[in-house]
C-alpha cells in the first residue's frame, strides 16, 4: 500500500519494514532474541515455545549441517549471505519455514 500511494520506498525504509516483519514473527514463534553470533544466525527460544520439537529436529536435519540446535534453546544457521537484503531475506524465509504449521496468535 506504501508504494501504491508514495511511489518507491527508500532501501533504508524497505529495510526496516522487512525488520518489523521479522520481529513480528519472532513472536508469533516465541523466539526470544534474534542475533547474529560469529557468522551464524541465532535464534533463542522462549521456554514455553509451542514448536514442536520433532518439527525442531526434522528442521535441523534438512540444513545439512548448516544448522544446529544447542541445548539451551538455541538454533543457530550458517547464513548463504551475509548481510544486507539479502540476509534478511534468508532470515525471513528460515522463521517462515520454522513456523509452517505453527497455529499461535501475534
Known sequence: ELKDRYGSLPAVLENLLEIM????????????RLASEKGKIVLTFDTKSALDPQKLVEFVARGQGRREFTPD???KVIPDHKGGPGLLWEI????????EGVNIKV
Open 92 to 99: 525471513k524465509k528460515l522463521l517462515l519455514e520454522l513456523l
Open 21 to 32: 516483519q521479522l520481529k513480528l514473527l519472532s513472536k508469533r514463534g516465541q523466539i526470544r
Open 73 to 75: 534453546q538455541r538454533l
